[in-house]
């Protein structure tokens, strides 16, 4: 089992940054992709970002592609999501998820794919 907890959402205006913390317990995140996904009142889940087990490759969805950048600190079982240049369509509960993955440095981009989720923070952006 691997237990999620995120951190670093609030109220930002447009154009501000925040940067969103995930931090894993229960086992090692060295085996697991691991992706930020979010949840727009109304709207679907939609995954955000995405990095492999080692962080070698990532994935972007093409609305946050140049404003946010996904890292992870597997020696601290962290996983991170910087966000630049906000607006308010970012606006969203963002939830960190683990998903165990059979080959190196793949990177999970599909929902089902994530075993494990945390319970989400609020990211809301005012223009």
């Known amino acids: 089992q691997v237990q999620l907890v995120e951190s670093g959402g609030g109220l930002v205006q447009a154009g501000g940054s925040l940067r969103l913390s995930c931090a894993a317990s229960?086992?090692?995140?060295?085996?697991?992709?691991m992706g930020w996904f979010r949840q727009a009142p109304g709207k679907e889940r939609e995954l955000a970002a995405a990095?492999?087990?080692?962080?070698?490759?990532?994935y972007y969805a093409e609305s946050v592609k140049g404003r946010f950048t996904i890292s992870r600190d597997n020696a601290k079982n962290m996983v991170y999501l910087q966000m630049n240049s906000l607006k308010p369509e970012d606006t969203a509960v963002y939830y960190c998820?683990?998903?165990?993955?059979?080959?190196?440095?793949?990177?999970?981009?599909?929902?089902?794919?994530?075993?494990?989720w945390g319970q989400g923070t609020q990211v809301t952006v005012s223009s």
């Open positions: 998820a683990a998903g165990s993955v059979g080959t190196l440095d793949w990177v999970l981009t599909s929902l089902p794919g994530y075993d494990y």
């Open positions: 229960g086992r090692s995140l060295r085996d697991y992709g």
């Open positions: 990095i492999s087990q080692r962080g070698v490759r990532t």
